[in-house]
Nanobody, 121 residues
Framework: QVQVVESGGGLVQPGGSLRLSCQASGKFVSIYTMEWHRQAPGKQRELVAQILRSGTPDYADSVKGRFNISRDYADNTVSLQMNDLKPDDTGVYYC???????????????WGKGTLVTVSS
């Protein structure tokens, strides 16, 4: 069984910074894409940033230049450094990790339960 757990959310003032982390644990073979999504109140969930197995990152236009995604291959973790936060960044941030297991050779995305980020003065 695979577990995906996020941490690092909280309340921050506009212009501040937060760092989110997410770790995959359990029985899996390989990790591929690691992603951060967010869901603002009353809105659909959106992809914020992703990082491929090669280490290549990609960002939503709304966070380019402010957010940085990174991964640690040894610890099976992905982090999201969020700088210059704005009230529009408020929402629940979810981690999604695409990985393979002994019974799933093609790979499936596994979601965490989310962590709340609130940007407010």
């Amino acid at each position: 069984q695979v577990q995906v757990v996020e941490s690092g959310g909280g309340l921050v003032q506009p212009g501040g910074s937060l760092r989110l982390s997410c770790q995959a644990s359990g029985k899996f073979v390989s990790i591929y894409t690691m992603e951060w999504h967010r869901q603002a109140p009353g809105k659909q969930r959106e992809l914020v940033a992703q990082i491929l197995r090669s280490g290549t990152p990609d960002y939503a236009d709304s966070v380019k230049g402010r957010f940085n995604i990174s991964r640690d291959y040894a610890d099976n973790t992905v982090s999201l450094q969020m700088n210059d936060l704005k009230p529009d960044d408020t929402g629940v941030y979810y981690c999604r990790i695409v990985l393979t297991t002994m019974s799933d050779f093609y790979g499936t995305g596994h979601w965490g339960k989310g962590t709340l980020v609130t940007v407010s003065s």
